[in-house]
């Protein structure tokens, strides 16, 4: 079994890091009622996706 020949120092292991942290997801604003969605999706608020009504809209 392989085994590291010495301590790993703090930069390397924070460069080998660098590219675990999380993003927020990118959001875009409905045409039809101007409420934040996530894009290619139905709007959740009133149902419309690329100009058409696609779901009944949640109450």
């Known amino acids: 079994?392989?085994?590291?020949?010495g301590k790993t120092s703090k930069s390397k292991r924070?460069?080998?890091r660098s590219h675990?942290?999380?993003?927020a997801p990118a959001m875009?604003?409905?045409?039809?009622?101007?409420e934040p969605?996530?894009?290619?999706?139905a709007?959740?608020?009133c149902g419309f996706y690329k100009d058409r009504n696609v779901l009944e809209p949640e109450v």
């Open 1 to 5: 079994m392989a085994v590291p020949k």
């Open 14 to 16: 924070n460069l080998r």
């Open 20 to 23: 675990d942290a999380l993003n």
């Open 28 to 34: 875009s604003v409905c045409p039809q009622c101007d």
């Open 37 to 41: 969605k996530l894009p290619h999706r």
């Open 43 to 45: 709007c959740g608020s």
